[in-house]
């Protein structure tokens, strides 16, 4: 005979169990929203999972891994997940404060005596918490990784001539390059490098197989998504990025099936399978705020209209109709992720896709947190493809102000053969400019292409790799001679040799 505290349990956990049922099927109708999505912002291939109180409710693959082939995406598909690494990056800094072989408030001159900044005071001060804050005193410094050829150990040299852009710690602007100083003190901490303490603690751990730390891992005849572009509204395969010289900041390559499994692993608590890789206090800290986030961040802040937006430990936040979001976009020529996670309803999300910079994570992500509250009624990608498409609009405008500043009817005050040669910065590296009959070329890293007269001793690169950009090239000819002694390019100045 059952007593009445028998029945009263009883009675709970069938209410707690129809709870839990009811919220799953408001996913119902989040695959042909999906499938939908993709298809309205013209990406090739996506890929969406879904957690939802420990279960995987949708993990699924859309269209195909690379335009003008057949092969399918599907939950196994292997995308770059972009700066969605810094998480786990995060966690492995994690894992060796459990093991007290470092503290995040450690001076990284502790472990890295060799690390300098420009300003010493700053290279005195600065901890390990601040690489992975984005509020070391840095602005962006990606031209000494992106399309360069500089390995890790030259680019941290180079960080020392960075000019700082704030005093430490008052601002936030966000950083890839101190990421890279962070893996190299997981590795002076661990002994190993970063792509092996990713692949034992972390990949191996929590059961996600399939995944590798950076592109030159991926194996050969993989399933694996091409990355595309659109380029002059037509969708095209591009080649890929590598990010290894920066890898913890953002290499990883990995599915939804097993990204998935990485984020039942945080709304668990740093547990899997019954044992514990991060403490409660390391796993808490993971998600403690620590700066302040300019609401102008992402363009999507316009319509979600957060209260605050703050940034933990490889995580941004924000408020979302009176819920608390962890979230961080992942994005590299041709691909996008995103990871969404509201942890007090042990809900996750992660997408990705193989076509540059489309929002349609955005969207799937808030349609995803507005359905598991059951109010599934704005259409998300719908008012995010306005928005994007206004930003088109008035990035269209800005181009057209520029050429309408163009002085036409001028022409290079030396013959072409003159701007010849190589151009040189500490921090920025060689250019390279050769002449080619009546073409100039450039070279810069990875970057190549040719050099079309814009006015005067100005030039616009034209990148091989169209989606790179076309950045002006303006020459300084020397007060005696009268030949090219300088170039600027993208904010940097050149000294011919």
């Known amino acids: ?62 269209g195909v891994r690379e335009l003008g082939r057949t092969e399918a995406v599907d939950e196994h598909t292997l995308f770059a997940v972009g700066s969605t690494t810094k998480a786990m990056t995060a966690a492995l800094v994690g894992m060796l404060v459990d093991e007290k072989k470092l503290a995040w408030d450690d001076p990284v001159l502790k472990h890295l005596p060799s690390f300098q900044l420009k300003d010493p005071a700053v290279t005195r001060e600065l901890t390990v918490r601040d690489l992975l804050t984005h509020r070391g005193g840095l602005g962006n410094a990606d031209f000494l990784w992106y399309g360069q050829n500089n390995s890790t150990s030259q680019i941290l040299q180079r960080v020392s001539l960075l000019e700082p852009a704030y005093s430490l710690r008052s601002r936030f602007i966000y950083q890839n390059v101190m990421y890279a100083v962070a893996g190299q003190v997981i590795e002076a901490v661990s002994g190993r490098p970063w792509t092996e303490m990713i692949r034992t603690r972390i990949f191996e751990p929590i059961g996600m197989g399939g995944s590798v730390a950076t592109l030159s891992l991926v194996p050969q005849g993989a399933n694996v998504a091409a990355p595309h572009y659109e380029i002059d509204g037509v969708v095209k395969v591009i080649e890929n990025m590598a990010v290894d010289s920066v890898a913890p900041a953002g290499s990883v390559w990995s599915s939804v099936h097993d990204m998935a499994k990485w984020l039942q692993f945080l709304l668990d608590g740093g547990v899997v399978s019954g044992k514990r890789l991060l403490s409660e206090r390391t796993a808490a800290e993971l998600f403690r705020p620590q700066t302040v986030v300019p609401d102008t961040m992402y363009p999507t802040t316009r319509l979600v209209k957060p209260h605050w937006m703050t940034y933990a430990l490889g995580w941004f936040q924000q408020d979302y109709h009176g819920r608390a979001v962890d979230f961080h976009t992942g994005s590299i020529d041709g691909m996008v992720a995103i990871a969404g996670l509201i942890r007090d309803e042990k809900l996750g999300v992660f997408v990705l896709g193989n076509l540059d910079h489309a929002e349609v994570r955005h969207a799937l992500m808030y349609s995803v947190f507005d359905r598991a509250a059951g109010k599934p009624g704005l259409d998300w990608s719908a008012e995010l493809q306005k928005l994007y498409g206004e930003n088109q609009q008035r990035n269209a405008q800005g181009a057209k102000r520029i050429e309408s500043q163009r002085v036409a009817g001028t022409s290079p005050s030396v013959p072409l053969n003159a701007f010849a040669g190589t151009y040189s910065d500490a921090l920025r590296g060689d250019i390279e400019v050769t002449a080619d009959g009546n073409t100039l070329r450039i070279k810069h890293g990875t970057f190549a292409g040719a050099l079309e007269h814009w006015h005067y001793n100005t030039f616009r690169a034209r990148w091989s790799a169209t989606w790179r950009g076309s950045p002006l ?22 000294l011919r040799r």
């Open 1 to 62: 005979m059952k007593t009445a505290r028998s029945l009263v349990l009883l009675a709970v956990g069938v209410c707690l169990s129809v709870s839990a049922a009811a919220r799953q099927d408001r996913f119902a109708g989040l695959d042909a929203y999906a499938a939908k999505s993709a298809k309205d912002w013209k990406v090739p291939g996506l890929a969406v999972a879904v957690l939802l109180d420990g279960k995987v409710v949708l993990s699924k693959g859309y």
């Open 473 to 494: 090239v303006n020459f300084t000819l020397g007060a005696v001679g009268g030949h090219p002694d300088s170039l600027e390019m993208s904010g940097g100045r050149f």
